[in-house]
């Protein structure tokens, strides 16, 4: 069995190997061959040849576009969790915070009715719900870890709450209708908004971008001083802080980088449904996030990506194969009591997820070595 | 703001307040425990609690006793109330033992880090209360991701008047086996030779074992006790509010672990005075702000507490509480 794992674990370094031997313009093809590939996906057109890969019972356009704002909700979670070790169970708290600013701001049923653009409300949106995680985090960052878990989960619970039961401003369960969609002035060949109600592409469009830049914004943080002090925090914090690291800091930096691609996601939500209310932020969609985050391997960005497609995309294409072969399999029903078990199965057997990034994959070997002694003595 | 609503509620606030707060307490021991001796939080103990609730529920529907039947007789209530106990006790254990050999032994040999614990932990919790959310039509205890309605065992009467302060059977009784449940757990843990091994794991887990404290049997002692706690808690649940719900632990749990930090986690007598305090500040802000404030303010108690006293209001630690 051991030897089993040690190979596979051979085989992925090789992997590895071989990609980063190859020349340079040979990758620079591969990615833009993956990102043009991504891009065209949406198109009727071209997914239709896809027969094995695209949704069969929902509209491809719409479950691309859910995935990807849910990738790029792991992308941000993976900066707390996965690079800065934090446990951050309420990120959609911040989703929500996000969400309500750009609707309090532009929508004009708002108790405000100031009737923002929905381009301008959106780093207004960043800026509140980064402002928030700092608030959030100031007091509780400086407590232990586990601490931490629950306050953002508490958090979570209080802003959902609030938004149900607050009538003044964020109008209860009713919630908050007419928010606009991106730029309505962009208008297409046919004379409609391109950020329209019916086609999801521009929307899915949107998303991929905002993502690339987010990941390439997170690769270049991880790779700087920033990141490194992260990765110190997250293998010792103690011997960090001894080290010289100013690790409250950086746990804020990361909490509130974190919170921002939250609130980012949420603006993005709120632009494309045009109407929120609390139900949109269910407890049980923070914790998706993180099954995804930890699915595909913490502290990995590519990881995190993994994970979120495989926790929105694959349920509804198991959906949709079972419609095709006349089975009544509701996977996404059962979804969560699926990722419950994933979770503990990982945890105990492939703790570092599914595409890990090296060093943490070998934190955990490490851990696991020293444990080696005790149990052959027990 | 309703002051004159407080002042005139006052007496009433204060007994429901108590009445929860036992329910919270029960159930913060359990996490109580289990923190003091392996630093970790057993985020499935909610789980174990609804799964009290639902057995206890699923007992005395077995019994002939739905939600429209009306119970007479103190007999039968003793019987029924003894029933439920059992049932949900019994439940509760299994499932704290079934999480920890499932979710928590594994890694605990693996060495894994404290977040995987954390993870796992919800990882169980999420397949247990979507296995009862999913399937309880076909365990017959009600709809898919319903409330389960339930007999109400015991009416509320008053039993005691004093001066406009009504105190109910039931809150007698919640309250009461609460703080009996406690100071037998207390008396429990510091005077037998089983609870010596609990504190003496908590305090160091290494050099317990090397005195010859079997700390794998300690650990499942600690899971099984918390369990216990959970059921109990489960049936006065049971009996004030006559209802359940695959979901109802995520609530309950969340205010019991708050309760524990409160009080100071790894404290056992800090986990009742976490909890009373608790229930009766969430019901003394309910009178001032209106019922939909009332979880909302034990989130910001428990924020706020936490940044001026992190250890809680008696300190943390079962290992350091009588050593």
């Known amino acids: ?378 | 703001m309703d002051f004159d609503g407080l002042v005139r509620d006052f007496p009433d606030l204060t007994t429901t307040g108590l009445e929860q707060g036992a329910i919270y307490a029960l159930v913060a021991l359990g996490y109580t425990l289990v923190y003091g001796v392996l630093r970790l939080i057993n985020f499935a103990h909610s789980e174990v609690f609804m799964i009290g609730t639902v057995a206890a529920l699923g007992t005395w529907q077995v019994m002939g006793y739905n939600q429209n039947s009306s119970v007479n007789g103190i007999g039968i209530i003793l019987l029924l109330l003894l029933a439920g106990l059992a049932a949900a006790v019994v439940a509760s254990t299994l499932t704290a033992v079934a999480v920890e050999r499932v979710a928590y032994r594994p890694l605990r040999r693996r060495n894994a880090p404290p977040l995987a614990f954390l993870i796992t932990a919800i990882g169980a919790s999420f397949v247990l209360f979507e296995a009862v959310g999913l399937f309880s039509d076909d365990l017959g205890i009600g709809g898919q991701r319903t409330p389960f309605g339930m007999v109400d065992v015991m009416q509320s009467e008053t039993l005691v008047s004093i001066g406009g302060w009504d105190i109910t059977n039931t809150q007698l009784l919640v309250i009461l086996s609460a703080i009996g449940m406690l100071v037998a757990l207390d008396l429990f843990i510091n005077r037998s030779r089983l609870g010596r091994g609990i504190r003496a794991v908590a305090q160091d887990p290494d050099t317990a074992a090397l005195m010859g404290v079997n700390k794998d049997r300690v650990i499942l002692l600690v899971f099984v006790l918390g369990g216990i706690m959970a059921g109990a808690a489960a049936l006065l649940w049971n009996v004030t509010y006559a209802f359940s719900r695959f979901d109802v632990g995520f609530l309950i749990g969340l205010k019991a672990f708050s309760a524990a930090v409160l009080g100071g986690i790894g404290n056992l007598r800090g986990a009742l005075v976490g909890g009373l305090l608790l229930g009766v500040v969430e019901n003394y802000a309910s009178g001032l702000f209106g019922g939909e404030w009332k979880d909302f303010t034990g989130f910001v108690v428990l924020i706020v507490l936490l940044m001026f006293r992190p250890t809680g209001l008696l300190g943390e630690s079962l290992g350091r509480a009588r050593a």
Do not use: C
């Open chain 1, 1 to 378: 069995m051991n030897a089993h794992v040690e190979k596979v674990r051979a085989r992925g370094a090789r992997m590895r190997q071989r990609w980063q031997n190859m020349p340079r313009q040979v990758r620079w093809i591969a990615i833009i061959a993956l990102l043009v590939f991504l891009y065209l996906l949406p198109n009727r057109w071209f997914y239709i040849n896809l027969w094995y890969f695209r949704t069969m019972e929902s509209d491809m356009a719409t479950v691309l576009f859910e995935t990807s704002f849910f990738v790029l909700l792991a992308v941000g979670l993976n900066v707390v969790v996965g690079f800065a070790g934090l446990l951050d169970l309420g990120y959609f708290g911040f989703f929500a915070v996000g969400a309500y600013t750009v609707a309090l701001l532009t929508s004009p049923e708002s108790r405000f009715d100031i009737g923002w653009p929905w381009l301008l409300a959106v780093p207004a949106a960043v800026a509140v719900t980064m402002l928030s995680g700092v608030i959030l985090g100031t007091p509780t960052l400086r407590l232990r870890g586990d601490y931490l878990a629950i306050v953002t989960l508490g958090f979570a619970e209080m802003i959902r709450l609030y938004a149900a039961r607050n009538e003044g401003i964020a109008n209860g369960q009713r919630g908050i209708p007419e928010i606009p969609h991106p730029v309505p002035d962009l208008k297409g060949s046919d004379g409609q908004s391109v950020f329209g109600v019916v086609d999801a592409r521009p929307y899915y469009w949107l998303t991929l971008t905002i993502i690339i830049f987010v990941i390439l914004g997170v690769r270049n943080l991880t790779r700087s001083r920033v990141g490194r002090a992260w990765v110190a925090i997250r293998e010792d914090e103690d011997a960090a802080q001894i080290m010289g690291v100013p690790t409250f800091k950086y746990k804020l930096w990361a909490f509130a980088i974190g919170a921002a691609v939250g609130g980012l996601s949420g603006a993005l939500f709120a632009g494309k449904q045009s109407f929120i209310n609390s139900d949109s932020f269910q407890l049980t969609n923070s914790i998706l996030v993180l099954a995804a985050v930890i699915l595909g391997g913490a502290g990995n960005v590519y990881g995190a990506v993994i994970g979120a497609f495989i926790t929105w995309y694959l349920p509804e294409w198991v959906r949709g194969i079972g419609g095709a072969l006349g089975l009544e399999i509701n996977v996404a029903e059962y979804r969560i009591l699926i990722f419950g078990a994933v979770l503990i199965i990982m945890m105990i057997f492939r703790p570092q997820g599914i595409l890990p990034s090296r060093r943490r994959a070998a934190e955990f070997a490490d851990r696991r070595q020293e444990a080696a002694p005790t149990e052959a003595s027990a």
